[in-house]
């Protein structure tokens, strides 16, 4: 199931949007096309490692749970996570403008991170991915935005079907897999994606965003 386009138009050029995922390009050139041993050191030094979380240096703790936000492990990594963020950022970002829509980003990606570690208090590998920050932005635009349509491919075998569903749904629906894969994950399933911070960064979306809104913060 993937999201093809919205119907809803920008009010406002997505200025911080671009600016996200131009960071974000240039972070993966960075960290991941100068060779393997580049790559292993930044992740070493900025992905989050639940295992060596402590508060007791907040600084060197938290700083990963931003940093790791600009980090993608591959180029469908990056490229799905970008996707997303243009999709529904431009919207979300409407409503909260520039500064407020990119505090609320890095809020919700720092509450992903938080859910993983809770999940996963002990592990030792090293996660990364705007997934967490973009699911927050997905958690507002199913707020603001529940009955917006939005053209999904859906793969039938080796067939495609475009689908126009409710935004409503779509969200509602990949809510659904990420606590489908996170409980897997519980019940000791072998997965590779941080399915709670997903799940916790949406979560986060749905109950902060309207600390963000424009709207609210100057009537």
Do not use: K
């Not at 990606?109 to 927050?136: D, K, Q, R």
């Not at 935004?167 to 519980?186: K, N, P, R």
């Amino acid at each position: 199931m993937f999201p093809l386009r919205d119907q809803i138009p920008s009010q406002h050029p997505p200025v911080m949007t671009l600016i996200l995922i131009g960071i974000n390009l240039f972070v993966f050139y960075q960290s991941n096309l100068q060779g393997i041993q580049v790559t292993e050191d930044v992740f070493a030094h900025y992905a989050l490692i639940p295992g060596q979380f402590d508060l007791s240096r907040p600084f060197a703790s938290i700083t990963p749970l931003i940093t790791s936000i600009f980090l993608h492990g591959n180029l469908a990594h990056l490229i799905t996570n970008m996707w997303a963020l243009w999709l529904f950022g431009d919207n979300v970002e409407d409503r909260m403008g520039i500064v407020n829509f990119l505090l609320f980003y890095l809020v919700c990606g720092i509450a992903a991170g938080l859910s993983h570690i809770y999940v996963n208090p002990t592990s030792l590998v090293p996660t990364v991915g705007a997934s967490g920050a973009i699911a927050g932005i997905m958690g507002a635009y199913f707020i603001l935005y529940p009955q917006a349509r939005v053209l999904t491919l859906v793969p039938i075998f080796i067939f495609p079907w475009f689908v126009d569903i409710p935004a409503y749904i779509y969200l509602g629906l990949w809510l659904l897999i990420q606590v489908m894969g996170g409980t897997s994950a519980l019940a000791g399933g072998a997965v590779q994606i941080a399915f709670w911070a997903h799940i916790g960064g949406f979560v986060a979306g749905i109950v902060l965003h309207r600390l963000f809104l424009f709207e609210e913060t100057t009537s």
